[in-house]
């Protein structure tokens, strides 16, 4: 998993400063998506609502 950051972070242009807020901005914009796209989506289809309590 680590290669995957490495590959990143050699592909981000600019100086050491840049690249670090680039891959905070990347690292935002990835959690937004997933929270406002990818969960909301997912969601209906987990069984976290089916709840069956047994007396």
């Not at 242009?13 to 905070?24: I, K, M, N, V, Y």
Request: charged share 10%; no cysteine.
């Amino acid at each position: 998993m680590a290669h995957v950051y490495t590959w990143i972070w050699r592909h981000l242009p600019g100086g050491t400063a840049s690249r670090a807020l680039q891959s905070l901005l990347l690292a935002l914009i990835v959690g937004a998506l997933l929270l406002f796209v990818v969960f909301p989506w997912v969601e209906p289809m987990l069984p976290f609502t089916d709840v069956t309590v047994d007396q």
